[in-house]
DNA sequence: TTATAGATTGCCT
DNA sequence: GGCAATCTATAAT
């Protein structure tokens, strides 16, 4: 587990999110998306993501053009666009790119580091034992569970701006220094499903999947690791 | 107006 | 490994 100390979090810069969702996937890993339910705050810290483009991309729902839909992914950077899939789960992005240009970022698994209780209540977990971490690992690690635990949604979060002071679903960074970053192709998709653009923390024992150790290790076998400087 | 596929998950065998 | 759950956008009638 890592830490994380709230004081020092700070938000992450619109400028962030104003460039190529390619270039932000692999620098978004390691910062924390913050949920704040009044007083208590729920946390995460980013462990995989997937890259969305635009028209090129015909895996991205960029990909025909904008509608109501879809269109946070067309607006301004830093902003929640948030989706719901196969009538049972809700899917969080962050929109990149600047504003009129599609692209965006899946968050698809979180490392549960604040807020853990209220998390596994939302999950339908709060019998479980907590200090196991096969159960930590179930909380947060695929797209549409940290959208459970965090509660978020469409109707009170689509369009949202992340990077705002006030608001209660924010990007922050703790100075959390990752290593070890991964590509590899996206998952669950049809249409051009050899790009590489799925980013996670090679090592982390919660990203998405299910965790046996064969999945483990075909995952970081067919991966390519990533050279980045911090 | 009706059909179908989908950036998922958990339960079944 | 198979498949149901169940809403939405888009394609096909």
Known sequence: MTEFK???ARLLRRSFFNRDPREVSPELLGKIILRRQGRKVLAGRIVEIEAYLGADDAAAHAAAGRTARNDVIFGPPGY???????GVYYCLNISCM??????????RALEPIAG??????ARQMQDLDLKSSRNLQKLASGPGKLCEALDITRQ????????SPDSDLQVVDD???TGNVTV????GITKSAEMPLRYLIADSLFISGKQTGYRRKERGARGKQLNHNH
Request: with cysteine.
């Open 116 to 121: 853990i209780a209220a998390m596994a209540k």
């Open 80 to 86: 929640a666009y948030v989706y719901f899939i196969y």
């Open 6 to 8: 709230l004081d020092k």
């Open 175 to 177: 100075g959390f220094k």
């Open 98 to 107: 600047p504003e009129g240009d599609a692209g965006c970022v899946l968050i």
């Open 184 to 187: 590899t192709s996206r998952i």
């Open 156 to 163: 009170h979060d689509n369009a949202k701006d992340m990077l």
